[in-house]
């Protein structure tokens, strides 16, 4: 089992930056990539970027340039760093970790709401 726990959400005004964090534990040796999802309301939840335990990063197109994904593997800690937020980055964003096995484990979720 993994446990997933994010933190780093909240409110900002569109131009503004924040950054998330999501911390593993438990049986951390079987994580293979990590990531970020998002989910606004209406809406179906969308990859937002991931990172490989070899540092390879993955983005959603539309999100390259504003957003940086890290890991800390010394830490078992993943972050996203979001820059120049616009009012339709508003979302849940849920931490993601895929084992070497294909077993997908979920953070509960920390809102982002982009709004002046």
């Known amino acids: 089992q993994v446990q997933l726990v994010e933190s780093g959400g909240g409110l900002v005004q569109p131009g503004g930056s924040l950054r998330l964090s999501c911390a593993a534990s438990g049986s951390i040796f079987s994580i293979d990539t990590m990531g970020w999802y998002r989910q606004a309301p209406g809406k179906q939840r969308e990859l937002v970027a991931s990172?490989?335990?070899?540092?390879?990063?993955n983005y959603a197109d539309s999100l390259k340039g504003r957003f940086t994904i890290s890991r800390d593997n010394a830490k078992n800690t993943v972050y996203l760093q979001m820059n120049s937020l616009k009012p339709e980055d508003t979302a849940v964003y849920y931490c993601n970790a895929e084992t070497y096995w294909s077993h997908d484990y979920w953070g509960q979720g920390t809102q982002v709401t982009v709004s002046s």
């Open positions: 990172i490989t335990s070899g540092l390879n990063t």
